[in-house]
């Protein structure tokens, strides 16, 4: 049986009777991790508001323009004082993470990659709240980015049906949907009298991603010439393979968190760093097998490591390395590039490692 990653966005309500002074719920009614990830094996698939790290007008062509509202009182039944203002995201996009080597994002409206990152997804914590509590926030809930973005999308649609961008045909574009099968992800939409199935895949060297094109209709299909950094193959009159170099643009680090370490650098604000960062995600603490080796015991524990013939020692500099550069050593048994290197502040690495100092056997 294939295992499928599948994420619910939505409201969840618990009703408790009003003269409940106190209601006891299991502990375990809901948990989910603030910072979701996939793998290059199992990609995770959200549907939900992604940022806008600063996408331009002309590739959004067809977007309907927000604006101001006046605020309303619902006791007066009518306009208060003040506006409420657009809130800066993407609601019509898809954000697709491959683990640390590769996220992207894809808008529903344009048909088009909007911008893509690596070592990192999204930090959720503006929408879904706190894992303690849930409660996305008021507003401004879109969620943050984490990670490098190393490329965007400018100016029109750079795909061409019998030499006409996409964003100029006369009638829009219509998304039609996705498929996924096993860590393949197709995007298919309707241009003109055509459909097009779009993939996106990481690339061999870092910064780097694969866009397959193919077409079924009418028309040929070709692709704007004169992009920095895209090389377009063409494999048939119906098919393109185009190849994007990007460069780091900007380094992302999720919704800031400033009590982190309230109460000193120790093993109790440690614990908060671990959680923050989603770290139980890939590393469980009771020595079950995830995507990562499990933390219980790791501290002074013998490593046997892929490509080095000796074990090592799980000591301070073992734990620091692994955290801030994942695929130095990787524990023989489990996959390179899973995990992101995680860009804390210097007591925040300090916090984390008295944490998993408290966790043995």
């Given at each position: 049986?294939?295992?499928?990653?599948?994420?619910?966005i939505?409201?969840?309500?618990?009703?408790v009777?009003?003269?409940?002074?106190?209601v006891?719920?299991?502990?375990?009614?809901?948990?989910?991790?603030?910072?979701?990830?996939?793998?290059?094996?199992?990609?995770?698939?959200?549907?939900?508001?992604?940022?806008?790290?600063?996408?331009?007008?002309?590739?959004?062509?067809?977007h309907?323009?927000?604006?101001?509202?006046?605020?309303?009182?619902?006791?007066?039944?009518?306009?208060?004082?003040?506006?409420?203002?657009?809130?800066?995201?993407?609601?019509?996009?898809?954000?697709?993470?491959?683990?640390?080597?590769?996220?992207?994002?894809?808008?529903?409206?344009?048909?088009?990659?909007?911008?893509?990152?690596?070592?990192?997804?999204?930090?959720?914590?503006?929408?879904?709240?706190?894992?303690?509590?849930?409660?996305?926030?008021?507003?401004?809930?879109?969620?943050?980015?984490?990670?490098?973005?190393?490329?965007?999308?400018?100016?029109?649609?750079?795909?061409?049906?019998?030499?006409?961008?996409?964003?100029?045909?006369?009638?829009?574009?219509?998304?039609?949907?996705?498929?996924?099968?096993?860590?393949?992800?197709?995007?298919?939409?309707?241009?003109?009298?055509?459909e097009?199935?779009?993939?996106?895949?990481?690339?061999?060297?870092?910064?780097?991603?694969?866009?397959?094109?193919?077409?079924?209709?009418?028309?040929?299909?070709?692709?704007?010439?004169?992009?920095?950094?895209?090389?377009v193959?063409?494999?048939?009159?119906?098919?393109?393979?185009?190849?994007?170099?990007?460069?780091?643009?900007?380094?992302?680090?999720?919704?800031?968190?400033?009590?982190?370490?309230?109460?000193?650098?120790?093993?109790?604000?440690?614990?908060?760093?671990?959680?923050?960062?989603?770290?139980?995600t890939?590393?469980?603490?009771?020595?079950?097998?995830?995507?990562?080796p499990?933390?219980?015991?790791?501290?002074?524990?013998q490593?046997?490591?892929?490509?080095?013939?000796n074990?090592?020692?799980?000591?301070d500099?073992?734990?620091?390395?692994s955290?801030?550069?994942?695929?130095?050593?990787?524990?023989?048994?489990f996959?390179?590039?899973?995990?992101?290197?995680?860009?804390?502040?210097?007591?925040?690495?300090?916090?984390?490692?008295?944490?998993i100092?408290?966790?043995?056997?």
């Open positions: 049986m294939k295992r499928v990653t599948v994420f619910f939505g409201i969840i309500s618990v009703l009777p009003a003269f409940a002074d106190s006891e719920l299991p502990s375990t009614v809901l948990t989910y991790s603030n910072r979701p990830l996939g793998s290059p094996d199992e990609p995770l698939l959200l549907r939900t508001f992604m940022p806008d790290p600063g996408i331009g007008a002309g590739v959004l062509s067809r309907d323009r927000s604006a101001k509202s006046p605020k309303y009182n619902v006791k007066k039944g009518s306009d208060a004082s003040g506006e409420y203002k657009p809130i800066d995201g993407l609601p019509a996009a898809i954000g697709v993470n491959y683990g640390s080597v590769l996220s992207y994002c894809w808008d529903t409206v344009e048909c088009r990659l909007l911008y893509s990152w690596n070592n990192g997804f999204l930090d959720m914590q503006n929408y879904w709240g706190d894992t303690q509590r849930g409660s996305r926030r008021s507003y401004g809930y879109v969620p943050s980015l984490v990670g490098s973005l190393f490329y965007m999308a400018r100016g029109k649609h750079p795909l061409q049906i019998d030499g006409q961008s996409l964003s100029d045909l006369p009638e829009p574009v219509k998304f039609w949907g996705y498929t996924k099968s096993g860590k393949r992800i197709m995007l298919k939409y309707a241009a003109g009298d055509a097009i199935v779009c993939e996106i895949s990481s690339g061999n060297v870092e910064h780097t991603l694969e866009i397959r094109y193919l077409m079924k209709g009418k028309g040929k299909l070709s692709y704007q010439v004169g992009l920095a950094g895209h090389n193959k063409r494999e048939s009159e119906v098919e393109l393979l185009v190849t994007i170099q990007g460069t780091k643009i900007a380094q992302y680090d999720g919704s800031p968190n400033k009590n982190l370490l309230k109460g000193g650098v120790n093993a109790d604000s440690g614990k908060r760093v671990f959680a923050a960062m989603a770290c139980v890939c590393h469980s603490l009771d020595g079950s097998k995830s995507h990562g499990s933390l219980l015991g790791v501290y002074g524990s490593r046997k490591i892929k490509g080095i013939e074990p090592v020692d799980a000591d500099a073992y734990i620091l390395e955290i801030r550069n994942p695929n130095a050593k990787v524990v023989h048994g996959p390179e590039n899973y995990m992101p290197p995680y860009q804390l502040k210097k007591d925040e690495y300090t916090a984390l490692l008295l944490y100092k408290t966790l043995k056997k």
